[in-house]
């Protein structure tokens, strides 16, 4: 059946790989971040990529298996710009209102700052069979849970803030 609907085996992983990024961007447009002063925004778009991550550890091996390759099908999927430029236009949108307001720096790109919320989300969920081993730290435990999500803040909220 893999043949008749998707042509060939990378026809599915293509699939698979295009449904698993507009999820994730479902997930964010669905924020609504529009409506929050930026500083809450920020704060709602970290919290919510966080929760996301650990909730779809799927999504984040599907990404390290297509880093593993050289990101070879990524570029073969013809809405992958689309898709993704709704969280950089998103991110653009929440840094240019917080600038204006005076309350985040100017000299930082959206996709920097995408970049510091997902390096955070995925090594938590990626990492955390050998960081458990290494450092005897569960990175699922509950309580060291919140706390990394508060760190995440924190560091988002201390990168952005205008000097």
């Known amino acids: 059946m893999i043949y008749y609907y998707f042509e060939h085996k990378e026809g599915l992983y293509l699939a698979v790989l295009e449904r698993a990024y507009r999820d994730i961007r479902h997930s964010e447009l669905a924020l609504d971040l529009h409506a929050l002063d930026p500083a809450e925004a920020i704060r709602q778009l970290a919290c919510a990529s966080f929760d996301y991550h650990e909730a779809h550890p799927a999504f984040t091996r599907l990404v390290a298996l297509e880093n593993i390759q050289e ?55 990626d990492h955390r069979y050998t960081f458990s081993k290494l450092f005897g730290r569960d990175l699922m435990d509950a309580q060291l ?16 803030k205008r000097s």
């Open 71 to 125: 990101g070879k099908f990524i570029t073969k999927m013809a809405m992958i710009e689309d898709v993704n430029h709704s969280a950089i236009q998103e991110l653009a949108d929440i840094l240019a209102r917080g600038q204006a307001q005076r309350l985040f720096r100017d000299d930082l790109a959206p996709v920097d700052v995408h970049m510091v919320i997902s390096a955070f989300c995925a090594f938590r969920v």
């Open 145 to 160: 849970r919140l706390h990394h999500k508060e760190l995440l803040v924190d560091t988002l909220m201390r990168l952005l």
